[in-house]
């Protein structure tokens, strides 16, 4: 693809890890309201130039029950993988997922790029970026049995086999913060905007560097 070709160019004499900007990689267990806490941050920060909300290509129609995506069949997607139109990319719950290869250049250039992504790729992020913040949204085991009955996507089995995969993994390392979003999103969603200031706040000093 074009755009890739020209971005691979432009990081050619950018030695990984990417610096000058921050990577904000949101990760947790499916119903502890990752899109929610990113809508509610998304809202607060309209005006926010420096902030990019990266919007995913994933192998998952659009519907208004899922996130706002770009989709792609699965031959598609294996084709755009392989001409380089992703940064990243990663399989999960039998979908494929994608991060447009454009997140490279914005964080090249100084800019926060806030992303859903799997913790599988986790280690993958780190090698990539050189100032990485890792966002954990969690709740209690009862709020997330909960809101994943109320989707319906999946049988009661189903669900507690996705939560007991999920209480089998735990993060750790450097710049690793956990928020609890078991109560009103608007808890969740302040102590995010507050890390996300933070992020705008340390790449604009990176950048002076």
């Known amino acids: 693809m074009m755009v890739s070709a020209l971005i ?10 990417i610096r000058h900007g921050v990577f904000v990689a949101i990760v947790g267990p499916s119903g502890a309201g990752k899109d929610t806490v990113i809508g509610y941050a998304r809202a607060l920060f309209t005006d926010e130039t ?3 909300f990266v919007r995913r290509v994933i192998t998952r129609p659009c519907d208004a029950a899922s996130e706002d995506h770009d989709t792609l069949a699965d031959a598609a997607f294996v084709e755009a993988e392989a001409d380089g139109a992703f940064a990243i990319s990663w399989e999960a719950h039998g979908l494929r997922y994608g991060l447009p290869a454009d997140v490279d250049w914005s964080v090249a250039n100084g800019r926060v790029a806030v992303a859903n992504v799997s913790r599988a790729v986790i280690p993958v992020l780190r090698e990539r970026y050189a100032n990485l913040a890792i966002v954990e949204i969690t709740a209690s085991p009862d709020v997330l049995a909960e809101r994943l009955a109320m989707r319906g996507r999946e ?3 189903e669900v507690l086999a ?3 995969r999920s209480a089998n993994v735990t993060l750790s390392g450097p710049g690793v913060t956990s928020i609890d979003n078991s109560g009103a999103r608007e808890v969740a969603g302040e102590r995010f905007a507050e890390l996300l200031r933070k992020a705008v706040a340390f790449s604009d ?3 002076l560097i």
Not at 8 to 17: D, H, K, Q, V
């Open 8 to 17: 691979e160019r432009e990081l050619s004499a950018e030695t990984f890890p």
């Open 50 to 52: 420096r902030l990019e």
């Open 155 to 157: 049988s009661r089995g």
């Open 162 to 164: 996705r939560l007991a």
């Open 205 to 207: 000093m990176s950048g």
